[in-house]
T-cell receptor, first 113, second 113 residues
Framework: GENVEQHPSTLSVQEGDSAVIKCTYS??????FPWYKQELGKGPQLIID?????GEKKDQRIAVTLNKTAKHFSLHITETQPEDSAVYFC????????????FGAGTRLFVKA | NAGVTQTPKFRVLKTGQSMTLLCAQD?????MYWYRQDPGMGLRLIHY???????AKGEVPDGYNVSRLKKQNFLLGLESAAPSQTSVYFC????????????FGPGTRLTVL
């Protein structure tokens, strides 16, 4: 089945710097890759997603890139702000194998003011 | 709109006790899901439902049962709680399949002693 690995597990950056979180997946049939942000005491919230027919997608300070050949995708946050501090999860889903969105283990991002 | 709500927010059980977690959504979503979140393991799908009256097993279904008698509600039951079921439980819903945005509830923190 699908396996999603996420790195790093913890990331600390200075306010204004960029942050990059990387994920790899194993199932070549995966075609949908969402990213979720989870703030303390809350449920995860979708911040951006990408489908396999697209290589890159951008939404203001957030961008996601996908390399299907290498089976990896990344989240890029530019001009980080303290409110970006949270846990970020990547996920992958394939059309096959039933309804299973497989999540990475998460990255705890700290943005220091 | 309240979105996705979960009750209770916290619960402590003794081994062998039973309980039901309630999830409600007011977005008229067809699909609903139950996940558990454990440290360092991301979110894992327990059970899901693609419509009123239907349920199916996810990645880690053992020890849990679910029911979807009404479209807006999705119940997760633990018949005989075990310490291994200590976790944070999240409910989610989506309009269509998992390639649609999933909206998560705030979570239920369950401790089994």
């Amino acid at each position: 089945g699908e396996n999603v690995e996420q790195h790093p597990s913890t990331l600390s950056v200075q306010e204004g710097d960029s942050a990059v979180i990387k994920c790899t997946y194993s199932d070549s049939a995966s075609n949908y890759f969402p990213w979720y942000k989870q703030e303390l005491g809350k449920g995860p919230q979708l911040i951006i997603d990408i489908r396999s027919n697209v290589g890159e997608k951008k939404d203001q300070r957030i961008a996601v890139t996908l390399n299907k050949t290498a089976k990896h995708f990344s989240l890029h946050i530019t001009e980080t702000q303290p409110e970006d501090s949270a846990v970020y999860f990547c996920a992958a889903r394939a059309n096959t194998g039933g309804f299973k969105t497989i999540f990475g283990a998460g990255t705890r991002l700290f943005v220091k003011a | 709109n309240a979105g996705v709500t979960q009750t209770p927010k916290f619960r402590v059980l003794k081994t062998g006790q039973s309980m039901t977690l309630l999830c409600a959504q007011d977005m008229n979503h067809e699909y609903m899901y139950w996940y558990r979140q454990d440290p360092g393991m991301g979110l894992r799908l327990i059970h899901y439902s693609v419509g009123e009256g239907t349920t199916a097993k996810g990645e880690v279904p053992d020890g849990y049962n679910v029911s979807r008698l009404k479209k807006q509600n999705f119940l997760l039951g633990l018949e005989s709680a075990a310490p291994s079921q200590t976790s944070v439980y999240f409910c989610a819903s989506s309009h269509g399949d998992q390639a649609d945005t999933q909206y998560f509830g705030p979570g239920t923190r369950l401790t089994v002693l």
